[in-house]
Structures are given as structure tokens and as C-alpha cells.
């Protein structure tokens, strides 16, 4: 699968005019999205043999070629990798799901939540807890862009696929795969056509705490975590996924789509290609 | 508007009409006229009587008596200059003779001199007159010349115009005067009327963008027109419709010549039209009411003229969609022909809908207009709109998920579901209704009899919330959803048998195949356990049949529990056994071979049948042939319900229980 992408980005004073205008054009209300990036970075085993050979052969599941896809990519170089898990606001400086929700300070904010994610246990008895047993992830490859393509786009690989929930860890260890940081994302997200529009900023977790050495099992409040980027600034990424990158024709199109968003946001944003070496994924 | 308007364009006409002072036209008189002193009647008289005649002969004289000097002074011009070249000619001729004698050498160079003279005159005398005409004037031109300059390069002119007279300027004078006053005139006036027309075009330009702003105050979307660049338009069409219907709810707000907005659809019909429901059911028809609201005129409202191009544009996009779901219908019966969709729900009845205007009187639909019946194409009508508003809810909803990979191949769009909910609500309820009938047939005949049987309960459409439901979206639509899924109604009840109970289940499913309603029976029935539950069964006589069945199990199984008074003589109480209680079969044993007694039970929906008589076999179980009935063993036939002719012959047996009692004492008594 490919991605096709166009960056742009958009000083804090604009951004909430640039919602609307956003709204506007997809005809749709923003979707809040909060999310978990765990940041993986592949190492080899000593003597571990790389062939693999037939390790994949007997899952017989439907997300059989998916895994088999993944593991290639995983086995060919050593990149950097994502583990992406959706949150939600009241997640934040929620205690862990021992512990009684009377305790807490109540967030009664439910609407905008993601539809798609927290578990119907945990949104139904725990308003204020976060259980991370409980956590969806979903681990995200992205390939470093393809290089020397005409095309005013940039042009990546790409694979997704489904973790199962909870700690991660052992799974990724096994995997070959050490955590190395985690970041939040926050931002909204707009779907115009084949389009997502992902207006997006960058949060560190508080600096004073000590910085652990695997993925935190509570998130702080929201209000501590800072932006990455100090003045607060935010990404406007568009992209659009290729089934099929070796096909040329659909690739043209997706390009001439985002291109054309690009000719409609003109007054709004400059939307451009990004660096390529900026997202360099491979680990050295 | 020209008086009123302040500026002074027009020339100042009314300056020379003013009158002057009293002093000044006497002066002028006086120099005009001369004294007043000779002035009389006779005078002014002659005066005014020369005013009123004709004065054309000394006005054409004073006209053309300058034109005549002109002529005759140029004239007297030429004849003098032409004395003075001649006396000049005259004169060189005679000093030529005169010196002739004298200056005889000099002579041929004086003329060698003129003839050069003469020549160069005649070159250029022929040169200017070769632009006129070159063919002639080559003729008399010098090689030389010929040489150095193309014919025709000069030209003449006039250049001191010959000085005109008094009259001819005044003449000019006048003339100029009156073409300047007619041009300021014209110019005023152009100036007037273009004044005029920018106050009319300001008061136009207001009218409209205060309409425009009124209709943008009213909640519509006005943006500017994608095609055309200049113009301005509104959006009212539905964002989540077809591609197509939502490109057309666009209509460019056009400025009429008053400044009135006129609401420009293109080539759209503009008459307003709406989805009709006939439900026809035997030779009656009704039709669904108008929809009310929606029909506007040119001399309407922006605002009406908006809703009913709205109006219009969901009905054919309804209609549109109804075609397309129709289509794929067809398997059940659905019909389309060109403008007409023809549903087939129950039996005799019928469910039509096409697109007509509004304002089009149906005389057909008029004619036989029964209030009651109006409510179920009304909420058909109401119910394949809000099924409508659904799908553009759910397309929103799909729209606004993360889209899947690009591919090149596009998936299709389904079609909505707009008729199946109202198809399969209808035809469910035509079954429960059919259903419910024969029920209440069986247990009145079953009641007649004097069995005492627990009455049967229905539930429909279990699941529908019918209460009051909350207003947010999200229960709206929870509450639409479940008009999507299957239908289903569960009759059920308690049997004669203790401990036994049937249930029927009727599902009707138009969402997903197999389309079509289904029959689950169940039972309980423990004196014949092992009888399986026939389950699904598609078709309404087997159904029937399948209950009629239980209830004569249980009638049977009734029969058999039921005690029976001990005969007068005998220590053990008599009991009729169910031997083929499938078929209803019931035996009283007797201890003579030729003595069996048998009972027949037949139930229909109708009636019910009791038959009894001897059977001549060894233990009486024989069935058809093997049967052996006896000959002359008077059977006795007992139906219920009674008729009135039969009840009154025979009091004794009123209710079936009797009857067997009645039977196994006779029997006894043998």
C-alpha cells in the first residue's frame, strides 16, 4: 500500500480559522483524535537467522497476507516503527482502572469521543479510569519516501495492522523490536473525498517526570503535556492511500487529487511536499 | 426624474425669451422702426398686413441676391485679369517690334528664355494635372521630367478660400448655432436618461442584494455560482443526495429589471411535483394527500420559490431512488414501467407510486376518497420520505469515514432502502391480520364445542419502541434503524393439555436474503413428546395446517385424559385411548371383539367433526381397510358448532366432552 502525502504548516493564530474553513470545504464537523505513538525501533537478535523461512506459512487467518506483508518489511531493513494506540480525552490523568472513579475528578465531556475505540466495558462502568490492558493498538509502517519522483508529492510505502490489546511490549520484544520514546498527537481530522486532512500538533509528555523505559501504563493530565513545537504551531497533513502502487494510474489520480486540494486550500495554506531525509525511518 | 434632477445640462433656452427691460426694447424699436411719432393705425395696419402675407419673393431675392453679386463680382474678376494678361501680351508684343530692329541678337535668347518658360509652365501645368487624369497629361510631359517625378505626385489645393459674404456667414452662423444647440440637447439628454437609468439600476442593485441578504438571513447557503463566475446562486438541494440531484440544488440568483430575484433552475422543470401513493385494493383506489406548503408562483416569495424547488428536487430524487430499489425488487413482484412503480402487498391489494405535479387534478383519485384508507398511503408516503432523510444521514456517516485505499475499481453505491421497510411492515401485517383471522376462527369453533380453552395472545412488532423516544440524533436514528431490521410478531398461548403451550412467530425480512416472511412454529406438548417441531415454514396454508394440527393433538390428548364416569355395574372406569392421534383416532376397548368402539375427531378451521362407530376387528386398531367397520353400527355424528336445527333436535350433547361421555356410556350399556 501507498501513501501519498502533502504537508503544510499552520501558525497557532490560524488555526482555528483554518478549522472552519476546512469544515467548510469537506462539509463536515471536525473529528477530534487523540493518539498514542509509541516509538519502535527494530535491532537484530544475535544469531538470529532472518530467513524465517515457513514461519508464516501455516496462519491460515484472513489477516494472514497482511502479517506476512508486515513481516517481509520488518525482515527486509531496520526501520523505526509506530505503534499507534487511540485515546481519549478523559483517558488523561485518569487513574488506572483499579481504582474507584469517585476519587477522581469527574470529566463528564463525552461527546467527540472516537466512535470507533475505547472498549464498550471500559466507556460503560469506568467514566474516569484508564485501563491499559484494555488499549487497541495498531502498529503503523511508514517506508522513507520514494526518492527522485517528479511528481510535486510525496510518495511513501505503507502497511498497517491490528495488535492485540494491552501491553505490547512482549509481543514487539519478540518481534524484535525495542521502544525507544512515546509522543501524543492531537488534532482533527476531516475526510474529503479519498482525502484525510490530519490538522495535527505534536505533544511531549511533562519533562520532570523520569522518562521510563516502556510505555506508561496512566497518561498525566492533558494540560501538563507540552507541544513539541514551543509556539504550538500545528501540521496540516493531507494524504491518500494506493491500494495498488504499481499502478500508475491510480497513483496519478491520487496525485491530481491532492494536488487539486492543494489548488483549492491555496489561499488558505501552502501545502508542499515534505523533506524527504525529514522522514527518514530507517535506523541506522 | 429629468425635473428632478438638479444639475444644468439642458442649454439655457429660457435666456433669450426672458423679457427684456422696458428702456432697452424701446431703444430697440426706436432703432428697428424709427420714431414712435410717426406710428398709427394705418401704418401698423399695412405693417401687420405685410407680416401676414407671404413674404416668400423678397426673402428668395434677399437670399439669392448676394449668391448673384458673388457670381457676377467673380466674373467681372476674371474679364479684368484676362484684360491684363492680354494688354500685358499686347504690350510685350509691341516692345518686341519696337526693339525688334534694334536688339535682333538678343532676340532668339529672350525667346529661347520664354519658350523655357513656357515649357516649364507646361511640365508643371501637366504634372499637377496628372494626378486627374495621367493619360492625358503624359502626353505634354517632358521626357525629362517623366524621368525625375511619377505622375501624379502633385496635388492642388484652394488654400485662401475666396472671402465669403455676409450673408453666407450668418448663414453658417445660424446653422452652427442650431447643430450646437441640437447637440447639447442631445447630450443633455443622453446624460438625463443615463442619470436616470443609473437611479434605476441603484434601486434595483438595493432591491436585489437586499433580497439576497434576506435569503442568506433565512439559513440558505448563498456562494457563488461554480460555472458561471458573475453570478450568484443558492444551495437548497440535499449535500448527501445522489451526485446528481446534489449538483442540481443549486439555482443562480438572477436579477430581474425591477431588481426582483428570480430564481434560475436552467433547464429543470419548474413546476412543482411530488411522489404520489395510490393504495388500490379491489376496484377502489386512494391516493396519498398533497404535500402541503410547497407550491409557489412567480409572484411568490424568494423564500417559497426556494422551499418548492427543494420540495421538488427531493421528490424526484425519491422517486429516482424508488425506481432504482424497485428494480432490484423485482423478484418480489415489483413492477416499474416508465413512470409508474407498482407494488403488489397482499392479495388484492396494491401499492402505486408515480411522480405528478402538484397542481395537476387526478379525477381518478378524487372519485372515491374514504378517509380511513388515506392513512396508509399518507404513511407510506411520510414513511419512504423519512427512510429518505436516513439514507442522506447514512451517507454522511459513510462519507466521513476514513476512506478505504484508492483501487481503481469504484465499489458500488447500493440501493437505498426505501420500500422494503414499508413492504415489509405492510406485508407483515397482512399476515398477523390473516393469521389472527384464523385464530379466531379455530377458537370459536373449538370454544363451541365447550372446551375450555386458555385464550391466545399477539404481540406485534416486537421491539418497536413505540413510546415516546428521545429526541438527539443518535436515538432518531437508533429508532429508524430498527425499522430496518426484521419484523416480527409472536402469537402464542396455553393448549388443553397441562403443560403445553404453542408459540407462532411470523418474520418478515426485506433487509437481506432471502427476502419474504417466514413462519416459526413451536409447541409444547408432552403427551406426544415425540413429535418434532416443524419450525420454518414458508407458505400460510402450511402454517394453518401446522396449528390445526397441534390443536388436534391436543383436542385428542383432551379426549383421552378426560375421565369418564364409571358404568353402572363395572369396578373400572371406562377410558377412550388415542391410537392415531395424528389422524384424530381415538378407541374405547370392549372386552366382545365385535364391540370396539372408535372415535374420529376432524378439526378445520370451520368446524369440527366428531364420528363414532363399532369396529369388527380383534383389537380395534386396524386403520382403512384393515378397519373393519361394523355394518349397521349406526354411527353417530356430532359437529360443532351446531347448527340451530341440529341443537334443537338433540339437547342432550352440547359440548364435545359430553358427547364422548355419552358415547362410552352407550357403549357400556351393550
Same mark, same amino acid.
Given at each position: 500500500?501507498?501513501?501519498?502525502?502533502? @504537508?503544510?504548516?499552520?501558525?497557532?493564530?490560524?488555526?482555528?480559522?483554518?478549522?472552519?474553513?476546512?469544515?467548510?470545504?469537506?462539509?463536515?464537523?471536525?473529528?477530534?483524535?487523540?493518539?498514542?505513538?509509541?516509538?519502535?525501533?527494530?535491532?537484530?537478535?544475535?544469531?538470529?537467522?532472518?530467513?524465517?523461512?515457513?514461519?508464516?506459512?501455516?496462519?491460515?487467518?484472513?489477516?494472514?497476507?497482511?502479517?506476512?506483508?508486515?513481516?517481509?518489511?520488518?525482515?527486509?531493513?531496520? @526501520?523505526?516503527?509506530?505503534?499507534?494506540?487511540?485515546?481519549?480525552?478523559?483517558?488523561?490523568?485518569?487513574?488506572?482502572?483499579?481504582?474507584?472513579?469517585?476519587?477522581?475528578?469527574?470529566?463528564?465531556?463525552?461527546?467527540?469521543?472516537? &466512535?470507533?475505540?475505547?472498549?464498550?466495558?471500559?466507556?460503560?462502568?469506568?467514566?474516569?479510569?484508564?485501563?491499559?490492558?484494555?488499549?487497541?493498538?495498531? &502498529?503503523?509502517?511508514?517506508?522513507?519516501?520514494?526518492?527522485?519522483?517528479?511528481?510535486?508529492?510525496?510518495?511513501?510505502?505503507?502497511?498497517?495492522?491490528?495488535?492485540?490489546?494491552?501491553?505490547?511490549?512482549?509481543?514487539?520484544?519478540?518481534?524484535?523490536?525495542?521502544?525507544?520514546?512515546?509522543?501524543?498527537?492531537?488534532?482533527?481530522?476531516?475526510?474529503?473525498?479519498?482525502?484525510?486532512? @490530519?490538522?495535527?500538533?505534536?505533544?511531549?509528555?511533562?519533562?520532570?517526570?523520569?522518562?521510563?523505559?516502556?510505555?506508561?501504563?496512566?497518561?498525566?493530565?492533558?494540560?501538563?503535556?507540552?507541544?513539541?513545537?514551543?509556539?504550538?504551531?500545528?501540521?496540516?497533513?493531507?494524504?491518500?492511500?494506493?491500494?495498488?502502487?504499481?499502478?500508475?494510474?491510480?497513483?496519478?489520480?491520487?496525485s491530481q487529487h491532492l494536488l487539486g486540494l492543494r489548488e483549492q486550500l491555496k489561499s488558505a495554506v501552502r501545502l508542499e511536499p515534505a523533506d524527504r531525509l525529514?522522514?527518514?525511518?530507517?535506523?541506522? | 426624474?429629468?425635473?428632478?434632477?438638479?444639475?444644468?445640462?439642458?442649454?439655457?433656452?429660457?435666456?433669450?425669451?426672458?423679457?427684456?427691460?422696458?428702456?432697452?426694447? $424701446?431703444?430697440? =424699436?426706436?432703432?428697428?422702426?424709427?420714431?414712435?411719432?410717426?406710428?398709427?393705425?394705418?401704418?401698423?395696419?399695412?405693417?401687420?398686413?405685410?407680416?401676414?402675407?407671404?413674404?416668400?419673393?423678397?426673402?428668395?431675392?434677399?437670399?439669392?441676391?448676394?449668391?448673384?453679386?458673388?457670381?457676377?463680382?467673380?466674373?467681372?474678376?476674371?474679364?479684368?485679369?484676362?484684360?491684363?494678361?492680354?494688354?500685358?501680351?499686347?504690350?510685350?508684343?509691341?516692345?518686341?517690334?519696337?526693339?525688334?530692329?534694334?536688339?535682333?541678337?538678343?532676340?532668339?535668347?529672350?525667346?529661347?528664355?520664354?519658350?523655357?518658360?513656357?515649357?516649364?509652365?507646361?511640365?508643371?501645368?501637366?504634372?499637377?494635372?496628372?494626378?486627374?487624369?495621367?493619360?492625358?497629361?503624359?502626353?505634354?510631359?517632358?521626357?525629362?521630367?517623366?524621368?525625375?517625378?511619377?505622375?501624379?505626385?502633385?496635388?492642388?489645393?484652394?488654400?485662401?478660400?475666396?472671402?465669403?459674404?455676409?450673408?453666407?456667414?450668418?448663414? =453658417?452662423?445660424?446653422?452652427?448655432? %442650431?447643430?450646437?444647440?441640437?447637440?447639447?440637447?442631445?447630450?443633455?439628454?443622453?446624460?438625463?436618461?443615463?442619470?436616470?437609468?443609473?437611479?434605476?439600476? =441603484?434601486?434595483?442593485?438595493?432591491?436585489?442584494?437586499?433580497?439576497?441578504?434576506?435569503?442568506?438571513?433565512?439559513?440558505?447557503?448563498?456562494?457563488?455560482?461554480?460555472?458561471?463566475?458573475?453570478?450568484?446562486?443558492?444551495?437548497?438541494?440535499?449535500?448527501?443526495?445522489?451526485?446528481?440531484?446534489?449538483?442540481? %440544488?443549486?439555482?443562480?440568483?438572477?436579477?430581474?429589471?425591477?431588481?426582483?430575484?428570480?430564481?434560475? !433552475?436552467?433547464?429543470?422543470?419548474?413546476?412543482?411535483?411530488?411522489?404520489?401513493?395510490?393504495?388500490?385494493?379491489?376496484?377502489?383506489?386512494?391516493?396519498?394527500?398533497?404535500?402541503?406548503? #410547497?407550491?409557489?408562483?412567480?409572484?411568490?416569495? $424568494?423564500?417559497?420559490?426556494?422551499?418548492?424547488?427543494?420540495?421538488?428536487?427531493?421528490?424526484?430524487?425519491?422517486?429516482?431512488?424508488?425506481?432504482?430499489?424497485?428494480?432490484?425488487?423485482?423478484?418480489?413482484?415489483?413492477?416499474?414501467?416508465?413512470?409508474?412503480?407498482? =407494488?403488489?402487498?397482499?392479495?388484492?391489494?396494491?401499492?402505486?407510486?408515480?411522480?405528478?405535479?402538484?397542481?395537476?387534478?387526478?379525477?381518478?383519485?378524487?372519485?372515491?376518497?374514504?378517509?380511513?384508507?388515506?392513512?396508509?398511503?399518507?404513511?407510506?408516503?411520510?414513511?419512504?420520505?423519512?427512510?429518505?432523510?436516513?439514507?442522506?444521514?447514512?451517507?454522511?456517516?459513510?462519507?466521513?469515514?476514513?476512506?478505504?485505499?484508492?483501487?481503481?475499481?469504484?465499489?458500488?453505491?447500493?440501493?437505498?432502502?426505501?420500500?422494503?421497510?414499508?413492504?415489509?411492515?405492510?406485508?407483515?401485517?397482512?399476515?398477523?391480520?390473516?393469521?389472527?383471522?384464523?385464530?379466531?376462527?379455530?377458537?370459536?369453533?373449538?370454544?363451541?364445542?365447550?372446551?375450555?380453552?386458555?385464550?391466545?395472545?399477539?404481540? #406485534?412488532?416486537?421491539?418497536?419502541?413505540?413510546?415516546?423516544?428521545?429526541?438527539?440524533?443518535?436515538?432518531?436514528?437508533?429508532?429508524?434503524?430498527?425499522?430496518?431490521?426484521?419484523?416480527?410478531?409472536?402469537?402464542?398461548?396455553?393448549?388443553?393439555?397441562?403443560? %403445553?403451550?404453542?408459540?407462532?412467530?411470523?418474520?418478515?425480512?426485506?433487509?437481506?436474503?432471502?427476502?419474504?416472511?417466514?413462519?416459526?412454529?413451536?409447541? !409444547?406438548?408432552?403427551?406426544?413428546?415425540?413429535?418434532?417441531?416443524?419450525?420454518?415454514? %414458508?407458505?400460510?396454508?402450511?402454517?394453518?395446517?401446522?396449528?390445526?394440527?397441534?390443536?388436534?393433538?391436543?383436542?385428542?390428548?383432551?379426549?383421552?385424559?378426560?375421565?369418564?364416569?364409571?358404568?353402572?355395574?363395572?369396578?373400572?372406569?371406562?377410558?377412550?385411548?388415542?391410537?392415531?392421534?395424528?389422524?384424530?383416532?381415538?378407541?374405547?376397548?370392549?372386552?366382545?371383539?365385535?364391540?370396539?368402539?372408535?372415535?374420529?375427531?376432524?378439526? #378445520?378451521?370451520?368446524?369440527?367433526?366428531?364420528? #363414532?362407530?363399532?369396529?369388527?376387528?380383534?383389537?380395534?386398531?386396524?386403520?382403512?381397510?384393515?378397519?373393519?367397520?361394523?355394518?349397521?353400527?349406526?354411527?353417530?355424528?356430532?359437529?360443532?358448532?351446531?347448527?340451530?336445527?341440529?341443537?334443537?333436535?338433540?339437547?342432550?350433547?352440547?359440548?364435545?366432552?359430553?358427547?364422548?361421555?355419552?358415547?362410552?356410556?352407550?357403549?357400556?350399556?351393550?
Amino acid at each position: 500500500m501507498h501513501e501519498l502525502l502533502l @504537508f503544510a504548516s499552520v501558525p497557532v493564530h490560524q488555526h482555528y480559522e483554518l478549522l472552519q474553513q476546512l469544515a467548510g470545504l469537506t462539509a463536515m464537523q471536525p473529528r477530534h483524535a487523540l493518539e498514542r505513538r509509541l516509538v519502535y525501533k527494530a535491532f537484530r537478535k544475535p544469531g538470529l537467522n532472518t530467513g524465517r523461512v515457513g514461519g508464516s506459512q501455516d496462519l491460515q487467518q484472513a489477516n494472514a497476507a497482511d502479517l506476512q506483508r508486515v513481516n517481509k518489511m520488518l525482515n527486509g531493513g531496520m @526501520f523505526y516503527t509506530q505503534v499507534v494506540g487511540p485515546v481519549s480525552e478523559k483517558d488523561f490523568a485518569a487513574a488506572p482502572v483499579k481504582v474507584t472513579a469517585s476519587e477522581l475528578e469527574s470529566d463528564t465531556q463525552m461527546a467527540g469521543m472516537e &466512535l470507533s475505540n475505547p472498549p464498550a466495558s471500559v466507556q460503560a462502568d469506568t467514566a474516569a479510569t484508564y485501563d491499559f490492558d484494555r488499549q487497541p493498538w495498531k &502498529l503503523d509502517f511508514r517506508d522513507i519516501p520514494e526518492a527522485a519522483t517528479r511528481s510535486a508529492v510525496t510518495t511513501r510505502v505503507m502497511a498497517s495492522a491490528a495488535l492485540p490489546r494491552g501491553n505490547i511490549e512482549p509481543s514487539m520484544n519478540a518481534w524484535g523490536y525495542g521502544f525507544v520514546t512515546e509522543y501524543v498527537v492531537e488534532g482533527d481530522i476531516f475526510i474529503h473525498n479519498d482525502i484525510v486532512i @490530519f490538522l495535527h500538533r505534536v505533544l511531549h509528555y511533562p519533562s520532570d517526570e523520569k522518562e521510563p523505559r516502556e510505555p506508561r501504563r496512566s497518561l498525566p493530565s492533558l494540560k501538563k503535556m507540552a507541544p513539541l513545537e514551543k509556539t504550538g504551531s500545528y501540521v496540516l497533513q493531507a494524504s491518500i492511500a494506493v491500494q495498488d502502487g504499481s499502478n500508475q494510474e491510480t497513483m496519478k489520480t491520487a496525485s491530481q487529487h491532492l494536488l487539486g486540494l492543494r489548488e483549492q486550500l491555496k489561499s488558505a495554506v501552502r501545502l508542499e511536499p515534505a523533506d524527504r531525509l525529514s522522514l527518514d525511518t530507517r535506523a541506522k | 426624474m429629468v425635473e428632478s434632477f438638479s444639475l444644468p445640462l439642458r442649454p439655457p433656452t429660457d435666456k433669450d425669451e426672458r423679457p427684456d427691460t422696458l428702456p432697452v426694447e $424701446i431703444a430697440q =424699436i426706436n432703432n428697428q422702426w424709427g420714431s414712435f411719432r410717426e406710428v398709427n393705425e394705418d401704418v401698423l395696419r399695412a405693417e401687420i398686413a405685410k407680416q401676414k402675407k407671404p413674404d416668400a419673393t423678397p426673402s428668395e431675392e434677399d437670399e439669392e441676391e448676394p449668391t448673384e453679386l458673388d457670381a457676377t463680382e467673380r466674373r467681372e474678376q476674371l474679364y479684368k485679369r484676362r484684360l491684363e494678361i492680354t494688354q500685358f501680351a499686347v504690350s510685350v508684343k509691341h516692345s518686341s517690334h519696337a526693339t525688334g530692329s534694334q536688339d535682333f541678337c538678343v532676340k532668339p535668347v529672350e525667346y529661347r528664355k520664354a519658350h523655357q518658360e513656357t515649357m516649364l509652365a507646361l511640365d508643371f501645368i501637366s504634372l499637377l494635372l496628372s494626378k486627374h487624369s495621367p493619360r492625358q497629361a503624359e502626353t505634354s510631359m517632358s521626357p525629362l521630367l517623366k524621368q525625375l517625378a511619377p505622375l501624379g505626385s502633385l496635388s492642388s489645393d484652394l488654400v485662401n478660400a475666396p472671402p465669403r459674404t455676409e450673408a453666407t456667414l450668418k448663414d =453658417i452662423a445660424t446653422v452652427s448655432r %442650431g447643430w450646437r444647440m441640437q447637440s447639447f440637447n442631445a447630450v443633455s439628454n443622453k446624460l438625463l436618461n443615463a442619470a436616470t437609468r443609473l437611479n434605476r439600476e =441603484i434601486d434595483s442593485e438595493t432591491k436585489y442584494w437586499n433580497e439576497v441578504i434576506a435569503v442568506k438571513d433565512k439559513g440558505w447557503k448563498v456562494c457563488r455560482h461554480p460555472r458561471v463566475r458573475q453570478a450568484l446562486a443558492v444551495r437548497y438541494g440535499f449535500i448527501e443526495a445522489t451526485p446528481a440531484f446534489r449538483d442540481r %440544488g443549486l439555482a443562480s440568483l438572477q436579477r430581474s429589471n425591477d431588481g426582483s430575484l428570480v430564481l434560475d !433552475q436552467g433547464l429543470m422543470p419548474t413546476s412543482a411535483r411530488y411522489v404520489r401513493v395510490q393504495v388500490k385494493q379491489g376496484q377502489q383506489k386512494w391516493a396519498s394527500s398533497k404535500p402541503t406548503g #410547497t407550491i409557489a408562483n412567480e409572484t411568490d416569495p $424568494i423564500e417559497a420559490r426556494i422551499l418548492q424547488a427543494r420540495d421538488s428536487v427531493f421528490e424526484e430524487e425519491l422517486f429516482h431512488e424508488l425506481v432504482r430499489e424497485a428494480r432490484a425488487l423485482a423478484s418480489c413482484g415489483v413492477t416499474t414501467r416508465e413512470n409508474l412503480i407498482g =407494488i403488489p402487498v397482499a392479495d388484492d391489494t396494491e401499492i402505486m407510486l408515480d411522480l405528478v405535479d402538484i397542481d395537476g387534478h387526478d379525477s381518478q383519485s378524487q372519485e372515491a376518497l374514504l378517509r380511513e384508507n388515506d392513512s396508509i398511503a399518507d404513511g407510506f408516503a411520510h414513511g419512504i420520505r423519512i427512510m429518505l432523510c436516513f439514507a442522506h444521514r447514512q451517507n454522511l456517516r459513510r462519507r466521513t469515514q476514513i476512506p478505504r485505499p484508492l483501487t481503481t475499481a469504484r465499489p458500488p453505491i447500493p440501493e437505498y432502502h426505501l420500500l422494503r421497510p414499508a413492504l415489509a411492515y405492510l406485508q407483515h401485517l397482512t399476515l398477523v391480520r390473516s393469521l389472527e383471522a384464523y385464530f379466531s376462527d379455530i377458537y370459536t369453533v373449538l370454544r363451541s364445542a365447550g372446551l375450555d380453552l386458555p385464550p391466545w395472545n399477539l404481540q #406485534t412488532c416486537v421491539g418497536w419502541p413505540l413510546g415516546s423516544v428521545g429526541k438527539s440524533t443518535h436515538s432518531l436514528e437508533a429508532l429508524v434503524e430498527k425499522f430496518l431490521r426484521p419484523v416480527e410478531s409472536v402469537f402464542s398461548g396455553d393448549l388443553l393439555t397441562p403443560r %403445553g403451550s404453542f408459540s407462532v412467530t411470523i418474520r418478515t425480512n426485506f433487509s437481506a436474503v432471502p427476502l419474504g416472511s417466514i413462519y416459526e412454529v413451536s409447541f !409444547q406438548l408432552p403427551t406426544v413428546s415425540h413429535l418434532k417441531t416443524p419450525n420454518r415454514v %414458508g407458505l400460510r396454508e402450511e402454517a394453518e395446517a401446522a396449528i390445526t394440527h397441534i390443536l388436534l393433538l391436543d383436542v385428542v390428548s383432551a379426549i383421552a385424559s378426560n375421565p369418564i364416569s364409571a358404568a353402572p355395574g363395572k369396578t373400572e372406569p371406562q377410558k377412550w385411548v388415542p391410537i392415531y392421534p395424528p389422524l384424530g383416532e381415538l378407541l374405547l376397548p370392549h372386552s366382545h371383539p365385535e364391540r370396539h368402539k372408535k372415535m374420529k375427531v376432524t378439526l #378445520t378451521r370451520h368446524d369440527m367433526a366428531v364420528t #363414532t362407530y363399532l369396529v369388527n376387528s380383534i383389537d380395534g386398531v386396524g386403520r382403512g381397510v384393515q378397519e373393519l367397520r361394523m355394518q349397521g353400527a349406526g354411527a353417530h355424528v356430532c359437529k360443532f358448532p351446531r347448527s340451530s336445527s341440529e341443537s334443537s333436535l338433540d339437547q342432550g350433547s352440547e359440548a364435545l366432552m359430553d358427547f364422548v361421555a355419552e358415547e362410552a356410556r352407550r357403549q357400556s350399556r351393550m
